[in-house]
């Protein structure tokens, strides 16, 4: 027996995408960690697995999962992934809601990633904080996309020793994605993620999101912004009309296989 899937990748963010709408899926937790390895596996940053709808005007149920077997509740380059590997710009049942999702008249791929959750019970933290200005050192801001983001602006940089440290604190009892954002302008950004369960990845789509929301919470960006990563750019817009974040970007298939099951 073997499983069909398709390697994808948004900005060099990359995914193993199995649809189980319509072949048998059993397994889960062993068979994420081993299919996510570089080296033992297909290698990938997240495995996202696509199931029958359970919600009305969902086209199909979208779940993530890092490759240390935890599940997410977002992520954006993977979004965009199954949006142009299903074509017809559906709309994606995730834990964070319904997305809809679109193509710009460029070919790029936009989901409406839904509306970003700025309480801190909704990160979530550990305990009543102010999430404009977390207690840590370069006090980041921090809020939801459907998973947990804390973003520290101007100056914080050393993502390598500063991520798998903030990643891990107590703060964040469901862990968090650290972002490090420098400004080059009012509506420009570079920034760098470390992604919870997955490290230092090329660009983190959910996590380009959370950085322009908190930059425009803490005045420092426009709630329209391009998004500059180690892997590409994405263009981020903090609705006003909805509140809801747009985000477009590339996605593209790399290939498909056959996994042994
Ligand atoms: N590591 C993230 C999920 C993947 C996010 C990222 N790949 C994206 O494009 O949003 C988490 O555990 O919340």
Known sequence: MSIRFHK???????????????????????????VCDRRLGVGCDQFVLLEAPT??????????????????????????????????????????????????????????MGAPKLDWRDVPLA?????????????PAACSMGNPHATFFDGVTDIERLGPLLEHDA???????????????????????WERGAGLTPACGSGACAAV??????????????????????FIEWREADGHVLMTGPATHVFEGMWPT
Not at 127 to 139: F, I, K, R, V, Y
């Open 8 to 34: 994808m990748q948004g900005l060099g963010n990359d995914f193993v995408v199995i649809d189980a709408r319509n072949q048998a899926f059993f397994a889960l937790l062993n068979f994420v960690v081993s």
């Open 55 to 112: 919600l009305p005007g969902a086209d199909v149920r979208v779940r993530f999962f890092n490759p240390d077997g935890s599940e997410a509740g977002a992520c954006g380059n993977a979004s965009r992934c199954v949006a142009a590997l299903l074509g017809n710009a559906p709309v994606l049942q995730t834990a964070a809601g319904l997305l809809p999702s679109f193509v710009t008249p460029d070919g790029a791929i936009g989901v409406d």
């Open 127 to 139: 305990g009543a904080t102010d999430t404009l200005s977390l207690p840590l050192p370069g006090a």
């Open 171 to 193: 703060l964040f009892p469901e862990r968090a994605n650290i972002g490090f954002v420098e400004r080059r302008s009012r509506d420009a950004i570079r920034l760098r993620v």
């Open 213 to 234: 929301v908190n930059g425009v919470r803490k005045g420092l960006l426009a709630r329209r912004c391009a998004v500059e990563m180690d892997g590409g750019s994405l």
